[in-house]
């Protein structure tokens, strides 16, 4: 079999390249560069390397010798870059990993949706960085409420996100201060930097074009919420468009409360009911109780996922794997892009945007204290998606 490495090293025509390619399974690389880079390897800016990007495959689409594309981006800019990022390399049919949020907009996600092509699905693998999906505890979870049906029929979910809060504006050196100068020192320079923040006199627009990070939460123009609660609500919906009867879609509710004010930080916990039993579980164990064990609460079943290395209890490592792996199905004509994005991405292009849409429906409940249907505020935006 032919080697790979030299068909992406070297400078080479589209023939030259295809036919090297054949029977060579393709799969993902990550560049790791020890001696001065190529031209196709160092840039200074994301629009550097787009106009690059466009001019070699324009040279190649020529006959010219260039070397290898990428088949993907993984886009972690800050979140309010996104929209514009995507939407400028969406012409180029490239596989994205997009950290979450997509963005922070209603419009904006709308305009990210249409751009990658809405309901139709992207022509290529597209995943957003909901790293929790892919945590083995999460993973365990799932298979336990949905495959083997552990407690029956899901009617309830209570869930706590502890996020904690810090009160202090962030100083890369201040660990060094502190032991140099002394503590009164340090707070004396932590003083000077929240002064220099703003004052009652500062216009609005400067205070909103400042760096958000490394500002002090409280003493800053921040509206985030530091506790709220969401509560979502199910309807009876036994039957679907067809008329045909759907196991568990009972009448439901879930519960969801993001806390700052916390010692447990990114401690999740939760508790979910269900018709034969419960479970409650942390961020360490998952604890299942069977209500025809009532007389005997020690026969309920403790689970401990497996420990994983890395961010978000191994999210961030099952992500990337997920990522990787759909790409490269695609690539090796293993599965169709669909495919592969349900088998290892696990959602849609649309359910990825659904679960923004409702993040921004929730808002407008909080804001404009009302119950927000679901169903008719979907419809209205899909309606706009359309026009």
Request: hydrophobic share 35%.
């Amino acid at each position: 079999m032919a080697d790979a490495r030299p068909i992406d090293a070297e400078k080479l025509t589209a023939s030259e390249r295809t036919r090297l390619r054949s029977g060579v399974r393709r799969k993902p690389r990550f560049l790791v560069i020890d001696e001065a880079p190529r031209e196709d390897q160092d840039f200074d800016s994301w629009q550097h390397f787009l106009e690059y990007e466009k001019s070699r495959r324009e040279a190649e689409a020529t006959g010219e010798k260039v070397y290898a594309g990428i088949d993907g981006i993984i886009l972690c800019t800050q979140d309010q870059t996104h929209k514009g990022i995507l939407q400028a390399f969406g012409p180029l049919k490239m596989h994205v990993l997009c950290e979450k949020p997509t963005a922070t907009t209603l419009q904006d996600c709308q305009d990210i949706y249409v751009s990658l092509g809405g309901a139709n699905g992207p022509d290529k693998i597209f995943s957003t960085g909901h790293v929790l999906r892919y945590s083995p505890h999460n993973m365990l979870l799932r298979k336990l409420l949905l495959e083997d049906r552990a407690i029956g029929e899901l009617v309830s979910v209570e869930h706590t996100e502890p996020v904690e809060t810090s009160p202090c504006v962030v100083v890369p050196d201040i660990e060094e201060i502190t032991a140099k100068a002394g503590t009164e020192y340090g707070r004396a320079v932590l003083t000077q930097i929240l002064s220099s923040d703003y004052d009652a006199s500062t216009p609005k627009a400067t205070m909103e074009s400042k760096q958000w990070y490394g500002r002090c939460v409280w003493e800053s123009d921040n509206d985030v919420l530091d506790d709220q609660i969401v509560t979502l609500t199910w309807d009876d919906d036994f039957r679907s468009a067809s008329d045909k009867e759907l196991p568990d879609r009972g009448p439901k509710t879930a519960v969801f409360h993001m806390v700052a004010f916390t010692e447990a930080q990114c401690e999740r916990r939760g508790k979910i009911s269900g018709t034969h039993g419960e479970i409650q579980y942390n961020s360490k164990e998952i604890r299942v109780y069977k209500f025809d064990k009532f007389m005997q609460p020690e026969a309920a079943k403790v689970f401990t996922p497996p420990k994983a290395a890395g961010g978000h209890g191994g999210g961030d490592g099952g992500l990337m794997n997920g990522f990787s792996k759909a790409v490269e199905a695609v690539i090796s004509g293993e599965l169709s892009v669909e495919q592969a994005q349900a088998n290892y991405v696990g959602c849609t292009l649309k359910e990825a945007f659904m679960s923004h849409a409702m993040v921004f429906a929730a808002e407008e409940a909080r804001l404009g204290r009302k119950i927000v249907h679901w169903q008719d505020w979907w419809a209205k935006l899909e309606q706009r998606l359309l026009s």
